[in-house]
C-alpha cells in the first residue's frame, strides 16, 4: 500500500506516490538495533547480571550459607564466591573459599 503525498507548487497540487517506510529493519537486525540505541543494550546487561546475581544468592540461601553462626574469612568468601558463580551453581559447582 503506497502512501500519497501532498505537495504544493506553482502549478498547484502534485501529487506523488511513495513507499511505505520500512518498519522490519531494526526488528530483523539486532546488533544494528544496538548501535542505534546504546541503552537498550545496556539494559539487558543490568539484567542478565541481576539475574545471574539473583540466582546465586538463592544457591547460597539453598546451601544454608547465610545460617552459619560464625562469620570468618572462610564463610564469607564462600558466600561471595557462590553468589558470584550465579547459575554454575546449579551445574554442579561448588565454589569454596579458604583463607590462610
Not at 497540487?13 to 544496538?34: K, N
Not at 541503552?39 to 541481576?50: G, H, K, N, Q
Not at 540461601?61 to 574469612?73: D, K, L, V
Amino acid at each position: 500500500m503506497a502512501r500519497i503525498l501532498k505537495k504544493s507548487g506553482a502549478r498547484g497540487r502534485v501529487y506523488r506516490r511513495t513507499s511505505p517506510p520500512d518498519i522490519t529493519g531494526r526488528w530483523l537486525d539486532p546488533v544494528h538495533a544496538s548501535r542505534t540505541n546504546p541503552e537498550v543494550a545496556v539494559r539487558v546487561v543490568w539484567v542478565i547480571l541481576t539475574v545471574w546475581l539473583l540466582i546465586g544468592a538463592l544457591a547460597a540461601g539453598q546451601r544454608h550459607y547465610y545460617a552459619s553462626t560464625s562469620a570468618n574469612c572462610s564463610g564469607v568468601g564462600t558466600i561471595l564466591v557462590t553468589i558470584l558463580f550465579g547459575p554454575v551453581n546449579y551445574l554442579g559447582g561448588n565454589p569454596k573459599l579458604s583463607c590462610s
